[in-house]
C-alpha cells in the first residue's frame, strides 16, 4: 500500500495497524532547534484517545507516545531539541480485541472500506479495518503537536458545533468552554442537548455524525500559492484524507453562494500598527489561496460512522447476500475525537507552506 506520506518540505509518514503491536509516525522535514517535551505531544493525543466518556468507543488505550529519534535530550531530562533528522514516534495498541470481527472477517459492512479495499488489494485486514481505522489518527495528531512548534506563535483550535440535527449557538461561543465537556462544544448551552440527543443514538446502537470548526490564528500572511498550491487547497485535502470525512468549508464555504458581491467583501482598514485590518473575514483568512494574516477558518462533516448493531443488508466475499450486524466498541459520534484529528491536520498543512514560504521567498 503506497500514499502513506502527505506534506512537501514538513513530510509525515503514518504507519501500523488499528490491531497490530502499534503505530506511529516519522515526520521529515523538521527544523533543528525545535524546542518540545513528550509531555506536550502527550496533551493532544489525550483529548483523541478512546474511552474518556459514554460518548466515544469503550476501547482502552492509554495512547501514550514515545519519541525514538531525531532529538537530543536536554540537561533536565525532559525537554527534546529537534536535530533535522527525521522525528519518529511510536504508540503501542494494548487494548486489541481482534475476536470481535470474527463474525464478519469475510463480509462487507455497508459505508465501510471492506469490499473497495478487498477489491484493490485482494486482502484486508478485517479486525477493526487494519489501515482503513480512525486509530491511525493517533499518529496524526502526534505529528501535529510537533507541526504547532514550527510555525512561531500559531494557535490552532478545534470545536464540535454541530451534530446530527443540533448546532450550537454562535453567540455563546467560549474557547475556554471546550475542554469543559465531553463534546468539546464551544457553547455551554449545547452541552445538554447534545447529551441526550447522543444517549439516544447510542442506546439505539446506531450512531450520528457531526460537524468541526478549526480556526488558526496567527499564521503569518502569504503562505500559499496562486495556482495549484494554494493553502486552502492542502488544508481541504488533509481534512478529506480523515477517517469519515465527507466534506470541508474554507470561511463561509457554501453559505457564500447566498451572499451578494458586496456582503461577501472582507473590507479593509489599515490599523494602529500599520498592518491592514480585515472587518470581516469570509474567506476563512486564505484568498486566492494565499494566508492573508486574518485567522484561518476551515470546517468539516463527519458521517456517522457504519459500525452499528442495527443488521444492515451487504454482500460476503463469496458473493452470498448477508445481514451484517457490528459487535465491538465503536463511537457513536465519531466527529467527537475528530476535533483534535483536524486541528492536528490543520497545524501540519500550515507548518508545510510556512516551509516552503520560508524557502522560496527567504522570508516569514
Request: hydrophobic share 35%; net charge neutral.
Amino acid at each position: 500500500m503506497s500514499h502513506n506520506t502527505f506534506g512537501h518540505l514538513f513530510r509525515v509518514t503514518t504507519w501500523g495497524e488499528s490491531h497490530g503491536i502499534a503505530l506511529g509516525c516519522v515526520v521529515d522535514g523538521c527544523p533543528p532547534g525545535i524546542s518540545f517535551t513528550e509531555a506536550e505531544i502527550q496533551a493532544y493525543l489525550d483529548k483523541r484517545k478512546p474511552g474518556q466518556s459514554k460518548y466515544t468507543t469503550q476501547r482502552r488505550e492509554p495512547d501514550q507516545v514515545r519519541v525514538l529519534s531525531g532529538v537530543m535530550l536536554q540537561d533536565d531530562g525532559v525537554t527534546m531539541i529537534s536535530t533535522g533528522t527525521p522525528i519518529s514516534m511510536m504508540i503501542e495498541n494494548t487494548d486489541q480485541r481482534s475476536k470481535d470481527y470474527g463474525d464478519i472477517a469475510r463480509q462487507y459492512r455497508p459505508g465501510h472500506a471492506d469490499y473497495t479495499y478487498d477489491v484493490k488489494y485482494g486482502i484486508r485486514d478485517y479486525r477493526g479495518g487494519g489501515r482503513s481505522s480512525a486509530r491511525e489518527t493517533a499518529a496524526r495528531v502526534a505529528a501535529g503537536a510537533i507541526a504547532r512548534k514550527v510555525v512561531p506563535g500559531l494557535i490552532v483550535r478545534g470545536a464540535l458545533v454541530g451534530m446530527g440535527i443540533h448546532s450550537i449557538d454562535r453567540s455563546r461561543w467560549d474557547w475556554d468552554e471546550v475542554n469543559n465537556n465531553p463534546f468539546f462544544t464551544p457553547d455551554a448551552g449545547s452541552v445538554d442537548t447534545f447529551a441526550a440527543y447522543l444517549d439516544g443514538i447510542r442506546k439505539a446502537g446506531s450512531s450520528i455524525g457531526a460537524i468541526i470548526e478549526v480556526v488558526a490564528e496567527n499564521v503569518p500572511a502569504g503562505l500559499g500559492a496562486p495556482v495549484y498550491g494554494k493553502l486552502d487547497q492542502d488544508i481541504a485535502s488533509y481534512l478529506m484524507s480523515i477517517n469519515a470525512v465527507k466534506g470541508v468549508e474554507i470561511g463561509d464555504g457554501f453559505e457564500t453562494a447566498k451572499l451578494t458581491g458586496e456582503e461577501n467583501a472582507d473590507e479593509m482598514r489599515m490599523g494602529n500598527d500599520g498592518k491592514p485590518i480585515f472587518l470581516s473575514n469570509h474567506a476563512g483568512g486564505i484568498l486566492g489561496g494565499i494566508s492573508s494574516g486574518a485567522p484561518v477558518v476551515a470546517r468539516f462533516a463527519v458521517k456517522p460512522t457504519s459500525s452499528i448493531l442495527t443488521p444492515r443488508r451487504s454482500i460476503d466475499a463469496d458473493g452470498n447476500q448477508v445481514d451484517v450486524m457490528t459487535k465491538g466498541r465503536h463511537d457513536p459520534c465519531v466527529g467527537i475525537r475528530a476535533v483534535p484529528i483536524g486541528e492536528a491536520m490543520v497545524a501540519c498543512a500550515i507548518a508545510d507552506h510556512y516551509l516552503r514560504h520560508r524557502g522560496q521567498t527567504g522570508r516569514i
